[in-house]
């Protein structure tokens, strides 16, 4: 007979002493459990101890968390959090070296449970050690220590970051600026500083004017650094004021990060990141894919304001840069003689230029966005690119055939287009990795990246033979053209050019057919029913696949954390689907996670269902942060007895699909993710070509009839991104 839902059978340990081996009835206070422990090794005062966790971050345990203790837990009785707080705050103050580095190694790795670091706070415990940090009496690992404790306990959000003082800021900077300093201690300073900039307004203008540029440039090319470097220089670019974003300068290295828009653009800060890190010798890890993925996102949305900003038709200014593309294309020589002449001829002009509007073109400006960003792109590619610029006007404005291409139109629409794809003004979206190598290569990036696409729009409307009428085809055409190119990741401009030339109209049109192929083929009703019969054996193998995939396990993220780094936490499902097991870890793994390692599990016969999306938990939780949308999107948990939950978010959409997928396979449930759908379709049509390709070559009407191969003998595998 199974034990009542309330007992939990675990093993507590003590120091020197057998461990008790103890059914713990969760209806009881924990007070007296505890009290029944010490008795039973006869310690007295049993006020003064707590139980905590023996293995993985060993958690003190309170009423609030002891419903996450399982059957087999070891646990172990230590001092209680108040008592073990008030003894480390003595002891990091004591004048014996060796007993106050030993002290504060300790803090620091207590600091992150919550239960001592509330009570540690609540005796003034930052206080002290923020005043130890402003001493500037501590070096090397008693520094890294305190750092640590400081920022740890910081993390928990129970004292604001606006009462940190000027003088602290000072000197976790001056660790930042001095040349010769300890790795550890930098990348908590980093860490420190990049906290105080994401949680505090106006700690964000006293940071900005300790640290420049320059100085944080001199850490990219550490690799024990450079990811602390670049989250902060995130940091401060996200909390700038839109003011300072877009100011000028004349030394970027002498910039404060209050100007950290013109800075970015910076050759050198650049061919830093491009060198050092993209192309060093170290593979990029996830936090440091998602850092660039902030930094790319952050510097696109520099082009919002002229994204959102109409021209002003009665602004001579703005209409003078129309009278430019109209010189460049027709001109040749600036002649103001000339262009006084032509006046009467510019209608004509802009006709051929491709506007809209061939009386005022600068109302083909006026809609936002893209607003004034075409104009600043249709600029660079005639003052740039002149010799391109000039073929494609002329070769298209001097067609009789209604084939040409409307190059002021079609401007425009590519602009709108580019800002959609590359979500130009929106947030940066959190555990996404999606940055582009190839927009860390140039200077210009964003304007090439328009010269590449123009160029392309206009050899794709010639492959289609369009006319005014194809527009709105032709520009989906090259919305696809472009996606599917991004996917691949080029590494340069050079190689996006030459994975456009692979995609042309026709490539285009083969694909689609092909990926259609599954939808359209094989209708008539012997070839419907053959299907129906062959999808029960497909879905088995999807759900094999899948939960082979659950027994490989995924290492995921910590959702919520500011510090990022090193918060990770895996999870496998046992080799004979019965067991879910999970545990937190240093860093991401680079294979599979043994067992051994993931110290929590939860029996699947406990699962009561898996939730997605914003019906999860922790999505409730985090409903006001202003970047969920894509993480909504990658959310799920599971919801398991007696009224727990494990939360999720996957580092992929793949991941996801693969997981939720895996676990209603699990449960007994229909797998119903796009994925399964697109993998049902395709290998039903893969089978069944299979089949009927058996049957053609069936040419002997004596001959037995060929065994169809089975499913099982089929090994898919995927790199969705």
Known sequence: MPPPADIVKVAIEWPGANAQLIEMDQK??????????????????????????????????????????????ILRLAISPARAARQLLERIQSHVIDARLEALKELAK????????????NMEGIGTLARLVESGTHFGEMLAFTLTAFLELMDHGIVSWDLISLSFIKQIASYVNQPMVDVSILQRSLAILESMVLNSHSLYHRVAQEITVGQLIGHLSNQEIQTYAIALINALFLKAPEDRRQEEYTNP????????????????????????????????????????????????????????????????????????LRRIAFDGENDPTGTEKRKAMYTKDYKMLGFTNHVNPAMDFTQTPPGMLALDNMLYLAKVHQDTYIRIVLENSSREDKHECPFGRCAIELTRMLCEILQVGELPNEGCN?????????????????????????????EMRATAEDFNKVMQVVREQITRALAMKPA????????????????????RQSERMSQDDFQ????????????????????????????????????????????FWFCRLSLNHKVLHYGD??????????????????????????????????????????????????????????????????????EYCIWTDGLCALLGREMGSDLTRSDLDTLISMEMKLRLLDLENITIPDAPPPVPKEPSSYNFTYNYS
């Not at 304001?305 to 430019?324: G, H, L, S, V």
């Open 28 to 73: 009881r206070p924990l007070s007296s459990i505890i009290r029944e422990v010490c008795d039973g090794w006869s310690l007295s005062g049993s006020e003064q101890f707590a139980l905590r966790y023996a293995d993985g971050p060993q958690l003190y345990i309170t009423e609030q968390s002891r419903g996450e203790i399982k059957n087999g837990t």
């Open 110 to 121: 207590l600091s992150a449970d919550p239960t001592f670091a509330a009570e540690f706070i």
């Open 253 to 324: 290295l002498e910039q404060h990060l209050t100007e950290m828009a013109s800075s970015l653009a910076q050759k050198h800060l650049r061919s830093i990141i491009l060198n050092h890190v993209i192309r060093g010798n170290r593979p990029i890890k996830a936090e440091m894919a998602h850092q660039l993925y902030v930094l790319q996102v952050l510097t696109f949305n520099l082009l919002e304001e002229r994204m959102m900003t109409k021209m002003d038709p009665n602004d001579q200014a703005q209409r003078d840069i129309i009278f430019e």
């Open 434 to 462: 999606d940055y582009h190598p190839m927009f860390f290569t140039h200077d210009r990036a964003w304007e090439e990246f328009f010269c590449v696409c123009i160029q392309l729009l206009n050899k794709t409307w010639k």
């Open 492 to 511: 340069s401009l050079d190689q996006l050019k030459n994975k456009l030339r692979g995609l042309s109209y026709s490539e285009i049109l083969r694909l």
């Open 524 to 567: 008539s009703p012997p070839i419907i029913e053959l299907r129906e019969r062959i999808q029960p054996e497909i879905l088995e193998l999807i759900k094999q696949q899948r939960l082979n995939r659950l027994c490989e396990g995924s290492c995921f993220r910590k959702l919520g954390n500011r510090r990022r780094q090193e918060k």
């Open 585 to 654: 870890l240093e860093e991401s793994p680079q294979g599979e996670v043994p067992f051994e390692l993931l110290s929590d599990k939860i029996p699947v016969s406990d699962i009561k269902s898996v939730v997605t999306g914003k019906d999860c938990p922790h999505m409730k939780e985090k409903s006001a942060l202003k970047q969920n949308k894509e993480v909504l999107e990658l959310a799920f948990s599971v919801l398991y007895d007696p009224d727990e939950t494990l939360n999720f978010v996957a580092p992929n959409k793949y």
